[in-house]
């Protein structure tokens, strides 16, 4: 109950709604506060979204600012990471986990950030048009 109160904390008080998205989807896929890889994810999927994926490389170029961040190692992060994407697939929700990643196959630290940034950039996109739909229809 105390995770669900300090996370619907940070839900709602206000910040980039891009993040309060990641923050609801990580929940949804059994990832919780409780864990580094938690945290370590949401300040990489930050960092992704500020500077654009597409050109990004997770070990050269987020995995050091996300240690920096984190005053941690870099191969804490990776581990960490790497922890909370198989308590996810060991025990997260199927149903969408199988949307996300329909390979069936545990994805790699990168391509799970990777999937999970783009979600959420089309998600913002989406949720972008349908206001400006809203506004001039």
């Not at 309060?20 to 990832?31: E, P, R």
């Not at 790497?82 to 545990?106: E, M, N, Q, V, Y």
């Amino acid at each position: 109950i105390m995770l669900y109160l300090e996370c619907k904390e940070y839900l709602f008080t206000g910040g980039d709604r891009t993040m309060n998205d990641a923050v609801q989807l990580l929940l949804q896929l059994g990832i919780t506060s409780k864990y580094n890889g938690y945290w370590f994810i949401l300040t990489a999927l930050e960092i992704m979204a500020e500077k654009g994926d597409s050109h990004m490389r997770i070990t050269k170029d987020i995995y050091p600012e996300v240690a920096r961040r984190h005053s941690t190692s870099v191969s804490n992060v990776d581990r960490s990471i790497r922890t909370a994407i198989s308590i996810c697939w060991d025990a997260g929700c199927f149903s969408r986990l199988d949307k996300l990643f329909p390979s069936g196959r545990r994805p790699s630290n990168y391509d799970f950030l990777s999937t999970v940034s783009t979600y959420l950039h089309l998600r913002r996109i989406r949720r972008d048009c349908n206001r400006e739909i809203l506004e001039t229809g």
